[in-house]
């Protein structure tokens, strides 16, 4: 079968999906293929945390509503080193808080908004391949239901993550990787018990880093770090309870509730970033071109910075016949990007136990959690990095002329 569209977007992440509903509020054909099912794209959990600029681009697109119900408002949070915590009021530095929203909540909304509006989006698409890139005439072939399929575009959006066909889709020659690879990884633990403090905890621990999180006043998210051998078998539930016990403070072991995990995995950590983000009319964004380590809760809304500033240059081209937020799409999305991946970077050595650390490197991390303890300035530049430099935020309906 053969379609067109003006947009043919990859992957039903948070950043396709997001892109598809901006899109469509701007009156802008596009059609969402994706590899996985429904159930699958919906059961992956991940991000727990959305700064102001990912609500408000939700709120633009209409699918705010439960998140204005459900989510909780965060105005600051804590950070313990050795069990001794202090904290970081946000919205006392900045005026702004963050939102703890689970990922797999956004992903459901956006998806319940596309099938209310019946929009093209393709699940199990599979043998996604990109064609002319380079040329006037783009169009992506896949297969589905035993058939194969071609949709002829104006433009590609990449939206397909890590390990995506979108990134791998740019000549080798022309794209450059910078990437840090740390030597551990988090196990995470979800859990239906209450939180053990309202706000969420950032542990620097002798033993290693520990992050006690949440999704909702009954629902507890928590993380500790492990070296890249552990096996999650070696990890039954008590033995993850008795290790945040001790990472995360007395008062957090007082207040914390055990039960049983609903899930528990281990995913490693990583800084990546490949420039440019853009190849023809090919256009990366989130995971695709670039990843950080979970601990500055930057993914899903570098995601979804990517996502405004494309829907923005994708409606200028589209609707007002501008080139040229396109054509400075990638230099201005890298440039917010690298911002993220220097603070996730920063937060994650300051707060994890590296295996080669010595009694100097130890000192240094409790030297500086010390300073920013003290120091009204120090706080600042974490809160105003935490809850999000500014994003871009497209205009999706033409504001009438005055009569
Ligand atoms: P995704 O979510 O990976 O979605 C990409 C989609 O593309 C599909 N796909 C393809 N489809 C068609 N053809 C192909 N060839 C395809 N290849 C792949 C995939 O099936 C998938 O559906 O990328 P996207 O949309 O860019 O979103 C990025 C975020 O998911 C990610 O950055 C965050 O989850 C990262 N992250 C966090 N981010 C935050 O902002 N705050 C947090 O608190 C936070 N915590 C986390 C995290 C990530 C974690 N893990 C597991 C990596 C905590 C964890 C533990
Ligand atoms: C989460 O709740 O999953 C979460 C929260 C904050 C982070 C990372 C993950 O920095």
Redo the contacts with the bound molecule.
């Keep these: 079968m053969r379609q067109r569209t003006q947009v043919a977007i ?8 997001l892109l598809s509903q901006l899109l469509h509020c701007a009156g802008i054909d596009c059609i969402v ?4 099912d429904r159930a ?2 919906e059961s ?8 102001q600029g ?1 609500v408000d681009l939700l709120e633009q697109c209409g699918v705010a509503a439960r998140l204005q119900r459900e989510g909780l408002v965060h105005d600051g949070f804590r950070v313990a080193l050795d069990g001794e915590t202090f904290r970081v009021d946000m919205r006392q530095l900045t005026g702004k808080a963050v939102t703890i929203y689970g ?1 797999t909540e956004v ?1 459901h909304d956006l998806i319940e908004a596309h099938v209310a509006r019946g929009a093209p989006l393709v699940f199990e ?2 043998d ?1 391949a990109l064609h002319g890139l380079d040329g006037e005439a783009p169009y992506v072939t ?1 297969r589905h239901g035993g058939e194969e399929h071609r949709i002829d575009c104006d433009h590609v959006a990449g ?8 990134r791998a889709s740019i000549p080798e020659a022309l794209r450059t990787h910078f990437e840090r690879v740390y030597p551990f990884g ?1 196990l ?1 633990i979800l859990a239906d018990v209450p939180p053990c403090d309202h706000e969420l905890i950032y542990s620097n621990h002798e033993r290693g880093f520990a992050l006690a ?1 949440m999704r909702s006043a009954t629902r507890s998210r928590y ?1 500790v770090q492990v070296s890249l051998d552990e096996k999650l078998e070696d990890w039954p539930d008590e033995r993850i309870w008795d290790e945040l016990a001790i990472r995360l403070g007395d008062e957090a072991a007082r207040n914390m509730v055990r039960g049983p995990s609903i899930e528990k ?1 281990i ?1 490693p950590l990583r800084s990546f970033v490949s420039e440019p983000m853009r190849y023809g009319r090919l256009f990366l ?4 071109a670039h ?2 380590p ?1 601990t ?8 979804a910075s ?1 996502v405004g500033l494309l829907a923005a240059a994708l409606i200028a081209k589209h609707r007002d016949g501008q080139a040229e937020p396109l054509e400075t799409y990638s230099a201005r999305a890298l440039s917010r990007v690298w911002k993220a991946e220097r603070f996730s970077w920063w937060f994650t050595s300051l707060t994890h136990r590296f295996p080669d650390m010595d009694g100097f490197a130890r000192r240094m991390q409790i030297a500086e959690l010390d300073y920013i303890r003290s120091s009204q300035a120090a706080r600042t530049v974490m809160a105003e990095n935490y809850v999000g430099l500014p994003m871009e935020m497209p205009v999706l309906h033409k504001t009438p002329l005055a009569a």
């Excluded at 964004?285 to 695709?288: F, L």
């Design positions: 990859i992957g039903a992440g948070p950043a396709g999906l293929l994706e590899r996985r699958y794209v992956r959990i991940r991000a727990g945390v959305l700064e990912t990922q992903t698409a599979t996604v896949y939206c397909d993550g890590f390990h995506g066909v979108s988090w995470g999180s993380y995995s995913a964004a989130g995971d695709a990843i950080v979970p500055g809760a930057k993914g899903l809304n570098l995601a990517d």
